[in-house]
């Protein structure tokens, strides 16, 4: 399944005659770029940072992944970094409380129940911790601590020498990662739609 943020700039469909497009993130050691992340890697990105951002995600439905709710997503509180170095080998917790709202749902039936509810928080916080390790291995995998890990660990030393003698980059491609995602959806009497699944006529038969 292909979702809105699944993107490069570039590669963005279009339909209008704007030509300049924001969308991802590059990496670069020195003035080489070694990588980059799509739109919704750079969302995860920004949820790690705690940067104050509203964004909308679509997230599948469990009980059938071809339906999705779209949530309108924000940082509910700051999120949580923890850095240890255990044998030379980085281990990462990370924590993410999230806020929610309900813009739509697909499926056509009633999810505005606190039962129903709870189900599209358990969904959201699957999706968003699977896309969280994803973009995280990906961040090892080209050995770039884009998120900044690496000032927990500084803060540790109080010289500079101490600290450069830890070669963190070095270490960061072995890095381990904990990640916890708690999602509230806040008012889910603000539900803009309920936009009910569209049928073929072989599929209304069916």
Partial sequence: KVLEGDFYAGDIPKIYDVKSEVMGL???????????????????????QGIDNISNISIPYSKDEAYFTVLSVKKGRQPKCKVNLYGGVPYIDIALKLEADILSIQVNEALETVE??????????????????????????????VVGFGKFEKEKYLLWDNWMKVKWLQKYRDSKFNVSVDVRIRRPGLMLKNVPPMYSEQGAKR
């Fill in 26 to 48: 590059a990496a670069f050691d020195g003035d080489k770029m070694v990588g980059k992340f799509d739109g919704q890697e750079s969302l995860y990105l920004q949820m790690i």
């Fill in 116 to 145: 129903k509810v709870k189900i599209l928080e358990q969904d959201a916080e699957k999706f968003i911790k699977r896309g969280v390790e994803k973009f995280l291995k990906k961040t090892t995998d080209m050995n770039v601590d």
